[in-house]
Every structure is written in C-alpha cells, then in structure tokens.
C-alpha cells in the first residue's frame, strides 16, 4: 500500500493549490483528480478551470470587444461596418486557453513533485482511501494511505424539479458554455452571479435574454444602492429581467422550450430557444464515501468543519466549495495555503473577513466587507463616502461612466468597514478595499495615499475623502 504525508481530494482551485504547497514545505503529496475533458483525456484544474471561472470570462471578453466594437466604437471615431461574430471560433478559443492552463497545472504538479492519481476517490477511513481509475482504464481500484487527507471536491450545478436539464433545450451553467450559435430567445433561471454573467456573454451577441429571479430583489446580497445601479444598467443594455418569478413548471418540443412560473401577476409563460438554469450551486460530495467514514455533514450536505478546516477527524480537512462559506475560487485557494501550513506545523491565515466578490458583467460588480444594510441591521453606525465614475477624468476618457465606489467607515475609529464598485475594471480595483481592510487600514489612510492621474482608481480616493466630506472633484 503507497503511503503518503498528505493526500488532496480534487484538484480545482482549491485542491491543486494545497498540494503544491504541501510538496513546497516538504510533505509527500499525491492528488486525486477524476474529471475528464470533452476530449476524453484527464484533466486538472476542476470546475474553475474546466467549465467555470476560466472559460465563463474567455467567453465574455470576446462578447465584450464584439459589443464593443458594434454599439460603442463609432463614440471613438472608429466606425467599423459588417462586423461579424464566428460563435465557433468564439468557443475554440475558450478551450484553446483551457487547455493551456489545466496543462500548465500538470506541469506545476511535476515541478513540485505532487503525484497525480486518476480516478475516483472513496474514504475508508480517516487514513485510507480508495481510488477507483478513471473510466478509460482497465485497472482495478486500489487503497492508498496517508496521515493527512484535504477533501477539496468543490460544487455541481444545483438541479430543480421546475426544470429538468436535459443537455439540448435545457442546460446547466456548463452547457450554457457550449452554444454553437446565438439562440434567439434565451431563458435563464436565477438573477445570480452565473445568470447574470452567462446572460451577458449571449445578450451581447444578439440574444433576446430573459432572466426569472424567484427573489424579490435583486442581488439581495449586494449593497443596496450597488445593486439598484447595476440592475438600470444590465436593463438598459437589454436584459429582461423579471423579480419574484417561480418557476412551476418547463415542456416544449425538440425545438423550443416552454417555461410555466408564477409572479405578481399571477401565472405566467414564456417560449424560448434555449433555458439555462443557473439557481446555485451545490457540494460535490457524491460518491465521496465522507458520511460512512464518519464525517459530519449539515442538512445541506456540506462537510462540518471547524475554524481551522478540520472535520471530525483533525487529520482530515475540508476546503472550498464543499464547506461553508462563500463559493469562490480565491477563498479555496487560500483555504488550501492554509490547511497545508497548518499540516506543516505553521499557523496558516484565512481572514474570511476581507474576501472580495466579484460578478463580471460590464460594469462589473465587486465589493468587500459588510453592506450598508448589513451594518444598520447590526446596529453599526457607519460614515459613507461615494463618487461617480462620471466625475472621473479617466472613465470619461474611456466612455466607461456608468456606476461608482462606496465606501463604508466606522464612525468611531474610520476603519473601512466596506467597500462596493459598481464600474469599469471593479474587478482589478477592489483590491484596494481588500489590502487596506487587511491591515485594518482607515478611510485616511486611503485620502491620504497618493493615486495616479488620471486612473479609474482616484474615484476609490475620492470616495475615501467623502467619508470625511472632503471630496474635492464632485
């Protein structure tokens, strides 16, 4: 039986990265990895890599230049005619960049000398597991043991019984990356983050978009005044997006799909083309055999952990989507830094607190830290300060104004307590927000600090002065 210091279960963003720093601080690593390419071929990387974050954003920055190039071009003097959208050439290069980057984890696994072991792992035990091959392989399943174990399985696709995806006319976030034309009607079920992004990258191309939010508001769990911003914009750039819908039922043909739901109207229906259900996400933990080894797990089938990510066994961690805690690729990554420290006898830091989140329509949507409604309901009293992307000399250049940065302080001591972006690159400047509130940084500390000129970035300083009702451009 092969044994090691430490074996990893799956190799997402989370997985991948705890394995290579364990092997970095010396233990014997191997990590298990089922997933298999359209190809046929096995393949790291997981969700993120394979049919998530990576592929999603491929297909909307090749959306975004299209629109670009179409509606706002001519605003710069460029006037382009009979521009044109190859939907397959669109697709081949998503998986071209997929390629290279799950390759590219292969190579990251041979430099750090991580074993990768294909196929299926099942616990035995909190030291035993065993590994079933991938389905290509004639090999009979084997047992391997290791004094550590990090499930890192992450999330699938949440199904509803309203709308069962059958892989044509119904599809779930990963068939929505495999269109080969632009369907004329489109539905998407969930006004979320995969919703919204997946609506943009199809309405951008000529979609008819309609998106059915069960929820009464929109984007519940972003600052309110963000939201509303966001939500006129995606509108304005032709989303239909329809609030406290229920979907009750779907049927149709082989050409069509017909969607039944409920709103404030009463019952409803719509046709489209093509439905995609994008409701959530819920934890891989089929088939991991966590439960019978002893594990426990919450009523929503998460693995319980504490706050170091141990189960119920302290040998055994869980990271990612597969526990608590916000779904994102980053706050896995870190997570898996910090188990494999903490396996190496070093403390390990996970500061849940200044996570950013980041929803990649155009603007884009980014925020760290609590919202404004979050902190009037824990009785926090608060001092904000906001500017206008318009006011900006930069985004005007850019004929980028849509949206603005918010900044929430505490009243008492100016710490930043939250920071929201509504704009152009949100992305890229929240992490502003996130290294400042990770040094416990003040709304000063930001008026204080030097940005270039012009950068999208002083609307964040400007923003920061109007905590103190200083702002100087608006």
Request: aromatic residues 6%; charged residues 20%; proline residues 3%.
């Amino acid at each position: 039986m092969t044994k090691y210091d430490v074996v990893v279960i799956g190799a997402g963003p989370g997985g991948y990265v705890a394995a290579i720093r364990c092997a970095q601080l010396g233990l014997k690593t191997a990590c298990v990895e089922n997933w298999i390419s359209d190809d046929g071929n096995p393949v790291l990387g997981g969700t993120c890599l394979n049919v998530g974050c990576i592929p999603s954003k491929a297909l909307l920055d090749s959306s975004h230049h299209y629109h670009h190039i179409k509606h706002e071009a001519a605003e710069h003097g460029i006037n382009i005619s009979g521009a044109t959208m190859d939907v397959n050439k669109m697709i081949s290069r998503k998986a071209k960049i997929v390629k290279t980057l799950t390759q590219g984890i292969n190579g990251l696994f041979k430099k750090n000398q991580v074993e990768w072991l294909k196929g299926k792992a099942r616990l035995i035990d909190a030291h035993q597991i065993e590994i079933t091959p991938s389905h290509d392989t004639h090999d009979e399943a084997s047992v391997v043991e290791t004094a550590h174990i990090v499930i890192a399985t992450g999330s699938v696709p949440t199904r509803i019984p309203s709308a069962q995806c059958d892989g044509k006319l119904i599809v779930d976030s990963t068939g929505a990356l495999k269109f080969n034309e632009v369907p004329k009607r489109l539905g998407i079920i969930g006004a979320g983050v995969i919703g919204l992004e997946l609506g943009s990258v199809w309405n951008r191309l000529g979609s008819k978009v309609t998106v059915l939010e069960a929820l009464p508001n929109f984007l519940s769990a972003v600052d309110k005044q963000i939201a509303t911003e966001a939500e006129k914009a995606l509108v304005q750039q032709g989303l239909d997006i329809h609030l406290g819908a229920r979907v009750t039922g779907t049927g149709g043909n082989n050409h069509e799909v017909t969607v039944n739901f409920e709103d404030e109207n009463g019952k409803q229906q719509m046709v489209f083309d093509k439905l995609i259900v994008a409701v959530g996400r819920s934890p891989n933990t089929f088939g991991l055999g966590a439960k019978e080894a002893g594990l426990e797990m919450d009523e929503r089938g998460f693995i319980v952990i504490n706050d170091k990510c141990q189960t119920s066994y302290e040998n055994v961690y869980a990271i990612g989507d597969v526990v608590r805690g916000p779904m994102l690729a980053h706050k896995a990554s870190e997570e898996g830094v910090a188990v494999a420290e903490r396996i190496a006898g070093k403390s390990g830091h996970m500061n849940y607190d200044t996570i950013p989140w980041v929803i990649y329509t155009w603007p884009e949507i980014a925020w760290v830290g609590k919202t404004e409604e979050q902190l009037k309901s824990e009785g926090i009293e608060y001092n904000v300060g906001a500017f206008p992307f318009i006011a900006s000399g930069r985004a005007r250049a850019m004929a980028e104004t849509n949206g603005l940065v918010k900044i929430l302080s505490d009243k008492q001591s100016d710490r930043i307590l939250g920071m929201h972006i509504f704009g152009p690159n949100a992305s890229e400047l929240i992490t502003e927000g996130v290294v400042t509130m990770e040094f416990d940084g003040s709304a000063e500390d930001l008026a204080r600090t030097i940005h270039a000129h012009p950068t999208l970035s002083e609307a964040i300083h400007e923003a920061a002065l109007g905590v103190d009702g200083r702002t100087i451009h608006i």
